[in-house]
T-cell receptor, first 110, second 113 residues
């Protein structure tokens, strides 16, 4: 059975304090790994797709990386507007839809 | 106009009521999904449709009944719900099932009283 585990559950950073979020996964053949951002009361917003180990994607202060067992979302010099819940999901070769982790709730304080 | 639109945004219903949630996508996608999001739980996949045909029903109780009249519209019909069904219901679409990223609507916050 596919499993996605995100850590930490919650993270509080000061503005400018860089850190990383972790997504560990177990899947029978990875088609893709996805990162989303979700603001309170809203639907998830797509950020990145990673397909193979060693792949990296960047967008503003965010960089996502992928290994055979986990993915990291690195946040460089975060700002308060980066505060949100970050969701990781995997798509198996045999799957129809994304399988999500519980998310990491990030709070960036000024 | 956003890619995936859900209505209503908020819904309060009694356990004996019948209501429907609506989702419309303007992205030209062929696959649509219903997910349930409860506090402290990961998003739970409920139903998957590909070209209007249901391809997955993830052990969802029969009080939830999906309908996909065409590839742009998806409904979730609700009847005799329980308080534990209160959650954020999210609709998503993608180019095809098992292929690419999904794009989500803003969700319907459902409260069952």
């Amino acid at each position: 059975e596919d499993q996605v585990t995100q850590s930490p559950e919650a993270l509080r950073l000061q503005e400018g304090e860089s850190s990383s979020l972790n997504c560990s996964y177990t899947v029978s053949g990875l088609r893709g790994l996805f990162w989303y951002r979700q603001d309170p009361g809203k639907g998830p917003e797509f950020l990145f797709t990673l397909y193979s180990a060693g792949e990296e994607k960047e967008k503003e202060r965010l960089k996502a990386t992928l290994t055979k067992k986990e993915s990291f979302l690195h946040i460089t010099a975060p700002k308060p507007e980066d505060s949100a819940t970050y969701l990781c999901a995997v798509l198996a070769n045999s799957g129809y839809a994304l399988n999500f982790g519980k998310g990491t709730s990030l709070l960036v304080t000024p | 106009e956003t890619g995936v639109t859900q209505t209503p945004r908020h819904l309060v219903m009694g356990m004996t009521n019948k209501k429907s949630l609506k989702c419309e996508q303007h992205l030209g996608h062929n696959a649509m999904y219903w997910y349930k999001q409860s506090a402290k739980k990961p998003l739970e996949l409920m139903f998957v449709y590909s070209l209007e045909e249901r391809v997955e029903n993830n052990s969802v109780p029969s009080r939830f009944s999906p309908e996909c009249p065409n590839s742009s519209h998806l409904f979730l019909h609700l009847h005799t719900l329980q308080p534990e069904d209160s959650a954020l219901y999210l609709c998503a679409s993608s180019q095809a099932t098992g292929l690419a990223e999904a794009f989500f609507g803003q969700g319907t916050r459902l409260t069952v009283v």
